[in-house]
């Protein structure tokens, strides 16, 4: 799946886990799930926020480098007054990396972070292993090599390379970005980098730097990259009111949270919080002044402690709906049959042993209801009504593969 066709079904309340594209059904379900996303141009840290990178980069740095340094290479006046009264987030993620410090003094510790594809290695499954034991007390015999390759390393993303409007080159696809210190790899952030967004997809760390809250410094370092490589957005993932391992996601803030009703983004107001408490599924109240029309990203940006960061499973907590059509499921954001009439399924793409064909030709289905349940043409108008009818230019259905 190309980047940008993932990006279009992540705004449309689309997630993955591992090569598994799933959407919840946020009316029925007990613990409804929202996506949520940042403003990095117009995200401010918060005290704690920058003590936890401050308090990371001493430890990485030391303070007899801190010293020496600040003797061999001494910063101007101008220099100082800035360092003390603004706080550039960007500056400050990368202050502690090995390639932004001078030599010599040699830093007390040797810290990188870099992004690398997302294939299966040795030295990634030992600190998942660990994370699962340890933070999810999972049992070892529960932990597989496979498992992990299943749900975090080579998705069915393309890795590619995408020039935005303003010229700048973005990578596109699904990374690792692995943290090192002195040479070990300590934790890994699985990130989509999208055209629109950083999508964050889970983050593990060991258990030796628990006590430096890696989940907010791996939270950080995204929105980072997210203003650096031009992404303006930061995803972090499915917001679960109910569940108290997700609260960390809205201590960064300006957020949006997006009307599964409507697919429009709503800001993130201490109101629209408010209200979850009151409420399972959350139907908002949209006024003039909270509804956001979507932003595209080459418009100009305004200028935890919970560190369990992972898509939270959807679970069984509804009954299954297997069997039962689409368009009587209560699903917000669901075109109705009426609406699903005047798209244009029938040239859908299908591929066939040699070559493609239209789903009509194929079907044979003019003139058939799409209300006509578990007909091909209402199983292909189920499709569409859930990835959305712009994304049938995009479609190719291939009924032969597993």
């Known amino acids: 799946m190309s980047p940008s066709s993932y990006q279009t079904l992540v705004d449309r309340c689309w997630r993955r886990s591992g090569s598994l594209l799933y959407r919840p059904n946020q009316r029925d379900a007990c613990?409804?799930?929202?996506?949520?996303?940042?403003?990095?141009?117009?995200?401010?840290?918060t005290r704690d926020q920058r003590q936890t990178i401050n308090r990371f980069n001493k430890y990485v740095i030391g303070d007899v480098y801190a010293k020496e340094a600040a003797r061999l290479y001494p910063k101007s006046r101008e220099?100082?007054?800035?360092?003390?009264?603004?706080?550039d987030l960007v500056e400050r993620i990368h202050e502690a990396e090995s390639v932004s410090l001078r030599q010599p003094p040699e830093p007390a510790?040797?810290?990188?972070?870099?992004?690398?594809?997302?294939?299966?290695?040795?030295?990634?499954?030992?600190?998942?292993?660990?994370?699962?034991?340890?933070?999810?007390?999972?049992?070892?015999?529960?932990?597989?090599?496979?498992?992990?390759?299943r749900f975090l390393c080579s998705s069915t993303l393309k890795r590619e390379k995408y020039t935005a409007p303003d010229g700048r080159e973005r990578q596109l696809g699904s990374f690792h970005h692995c943290y090192r210190l002195d040479g070990?790899?300590?934790?890994?952030?699985?990130?989509?980098?999208?055209?629109d967004c950083v999508s964050a997809v889970y983050f593990l760390y060991h258990e030796s730097i628990h006590k430096f809250s890696p989940g907010k410094l791996g939270a950080l370092r995204e929105i980072a990259l997210a203003i650096e490589g031009g992404y303006r957005w930061w995803y972090p993932g499915f917001y679960i009111h109910t569940c108290p391992k997700m609260r960390y996601k809205i201590d960064f803030s300006p957020q949006q949270i997006l009307d599964p009703n409507t697919l429009e983004w709503v800001n993130l107001t201490p109101d629209i919080v408010k209200k979850f408490d009151d409420h399972g599924y959350l139907d908002f109240e949209r006024n003039e002044e909270d509804v956001v029309k979507t932003v595209s990203s080459t418009e100009e940006a305004i200028p935890i402690e919970t560190e369990d960061r992972e898509e939270a499973?959807?679970?069984?907590?509804?009954?299954?709906?297997?069997?039962?059509?689409?368009?009587?499921?209560n699903m917000p954001g669901i075109?109705?049959?009426?609406?699903?009439?005047?798209?244009?399924?029938?040239?859908?793409?299908?591929?066939?042993?040699?070559?493609?064909?239209?789903?009509?030709?194929?079907?044979?289905w003019h003139g058939e209801s799409i209300g006509n349940e578990g007909s091909?043409?209402?199983?292909?108008?189920?499709?569409?009504?859930?990835v959305g009818p712009d994304f049938t230019r995009s479609l190719c259905l291939d009924f032969k593969r597993s």
Do not use: W
Request: aromatic share 10%.
């Open 31 to 45: 613990c409804p799930h929202y996506t949520i996303r940042l403003d990095s141009g117009r995200f401010r840290p």
């Open 79 to 87: 220099q100082v007054r800035k360092r003390d009264t603004e706080f």
């Open 109 to 149: 510790h040797a810290f990188t972070a870099t992004l690398e594809p997302d294939d299966f290695t040795e030295e990634k499954f030992r600190v998942f292993e660990n994370y699962q034991q340890i933070v999810h007390q999972e049992s070892p015999s529960s932990i597989s090599r496979e498992g992990f390759r």
């Open 184 to 195: 070990q790899l300590v934790a890994i952030g699985v990130l989509d980098l999208l055209p």
């Open 313 to 329: 499973s959807d679970g069984d907590d509804t009954e299954s709906d297997e069997g039962a059509s689409l368009f009587n499921s």
């Open 335 to 364: 075109p109705s049959v009426e609406e699903m009439n005047l798209v244009d399924l029938d040239h859908i793409a299908v591929r066939i042993s040699r070559g493609y064909c239209y789903a009509g030709d194929l079907f044979e």
């Open 376 to 386: 091909a043409k209402a199983m292909v108008a189920e499709l569409v009504a859930a």
